[in-house]
């Protein structure tokens, strides 16, 4: 047997272990960001890298280039917090500016129609086999999901407290998406995912509000 395929089988369905160990890593991503880890960015390559695997084995293309996509992002990131540490210094989170928060929600809506428009023509998506217009709802929700998780990841790597943000916009789409679709183990990851988003928020945003009380105070990047 192909080693991509190794895993075991539950209730006679078969899990991989790319993919059950990849949505290990990527839950794993969660819990660093919140403690503004540098092993936030390792662990999110390496789960891209299992979930491209896993995604390429069982045939969805679509979500094989969001890891993809992950990857490289997550390369980015980890440049950017080194960056914003060298000579010894302490990476401060902060809100987006005005300017940013336009760029990503000008991205969000510009970008889910044009990956909506290349999933549809290029039958990237799963959804873009179902009949419409079941079909073209769950397309556009498949390109919002990619881009918003796109967006968020480029939003972490600049260290701002809107990642959350974004990420719970994108959840709010995934989780009864995967439910209603039948997929109850990535709706049950993307719930977990939605809890930790919020815990996240609520602390980035405590310690944002803690360091822009103390005169000089900077957010410190935990090793």
């Known amino acids: 047997m192909n080693w991509a395929d190794a895993g075991f089988d539950v209730f ?5 272990w790319t993919d059950l160990v990849g949505n290990i890593a990527a839950l794993a991503t969660v819990l660093f960001a919140m403690r503004k880890s540098m092993w936030t960015w390792p662990v999110q390559f390496t789960a891209s890298v299992l979930l491209f695997i896993a995604s390429v084995n069982a045939g969805i293309t679509g979500n094989a280039l969001k890891q993809v996509l992950f ?11 080194r960056r914003g540490t060298e000579g010894g210094r302490e990476l401060a989170v902060r809100p987006a500016s005005s300017r940013e928060r336009l760029l990503m929600i000008s991205v969000m809506l510009a970008g889910t129609v044009l990956v909506g428009l290349f999933f549809y023509v290029t039958g990237l998506s799963w959804g873009a086999h179902e009949p419409l217009p079941k079909g073209a709802f769950l397309v556009a929700a498949d390109a919002y999901i990619f881009v918003g998780s796109a967006v968020a990841t480029w939003a972490q790597g600049r260290a701002l407290v809107d990642f959350w943000i974004v990420w719970v916009a ?25 809890v930790l988003v919020l815990v996240g928020f609520v602390k980035w945003l405590r ?4 360091a822009a009380g103390e005169p000089g105070s900077r957010m410190a990047v935990a090793s």
Request: charged share 5%; no cysteine; hydrophobic share 55%.
């Open 12 to 16: 006679g369905t078969h899990v991989l």
């Open 71 to 81: 990857g490289v992002l997550a390369v980015y990131g980890f440049w950017a917090w």
């Open 170 to 194: 994108v959840d709010l789409v995934g989780v009864p998406l995967a439910f209603s679709s039948g997929l109850v183990v990535s709706g049950s990851v993307y719930a977990v995912f939605f």
């Open 207 to 210: 310690e944002y509000r803690g």
